[in-house]
């Protein structure tokens, strides 16, 4: 017995260790290679940066419309997709029959498990399809994207969500019950808020998700140089596929440095989630402890 425990110890210590030391090579990588083309350059090319923000001039040879297609696509990816996915994993966790637990979440776990290419080629049919029938001026778009994103990440707000839910105490439920509360004002005034938390962590691990997805948005609506979006059914660029564009495209070494600088830019963006979650996190947590 000591044996087996010593071997998975030392297994489990060398998994870290590999897993830690690919981390580290890959970040260093990106450093070292993006860190010099990490400037005002990269993100407006020639054009001044006031007048790039305010889009007054294009931005021909920067990544600025790339960076503000990415938050709008996010932003509208979540707008579509935050209400539905928590609300069905509030009623997973608190209303749903042990059937309906069982079918719906069996629902969620086929689309969680559906490739992103997958969702890429439903967008593409779906546009195709509306332009033959009510919608002959239909084209690939923003709204069309993020439309297929807000499907792409449901499954991890509904599971996130019900797993908050039901990783809580049943005490709180049992003395609530005792209150003579109903199941709508547990899981408003008690569950939902002592759940905060696990249910942002979902909602941060999504925001990732739709943010560095290629695959869906290489075939609705993302092009090379579409600019600043000019509005939900525009096309639009987004720093997932400048990346791809550019790795697949470059024609010097000094393109192919903006590359590194977007990824490496890309990557720092999600940092920025995973550190403003945290820092949500805990102060919901010390909210609910007061």
Known sequence: MRLREFALGVLGWSSLLVVSLGVGALMAFLCVRGLPALDARLFFGATPAWDAILALRPVWDGIWPAVAGTLSLLAVTMALALV???????????FASPREREWIGACAGVLAGIPSIVMGLFGL???ILLRRTFLPQGTTCLLLAAVCL???VLPVLVTATRTAIEALPRQL???ADALGLS?????RHL?????GPGILGG?????GRAMEDTAVIMLTGAVANAGLPAGLTSK???LPFKIYYTAAQYTSAEELARGFGTALLLLLLSWTLILCAKVLQRRLSRRWAE
Request: net charge negative.
């Open 236 to 238: 639009f660029e987004a």
């Open 173 to 175: 439920t049992l003395t």
């Open 183 to 187: 199941r709508p004002q547990i899981a």
């Open 191 to 195: 569950l939902i808020p002592a759940a």
């Open 150 to 152: 807000a499907i792409l």
């Open 125 to 127: 049919e779906l546009i």
């Open 84 to 94: 539905p996915g928590v609300s069905c994993g509030v009623y997973l966790a608190c």
């Open 203 to 207: 909602v941060i691990l999504s925001m």
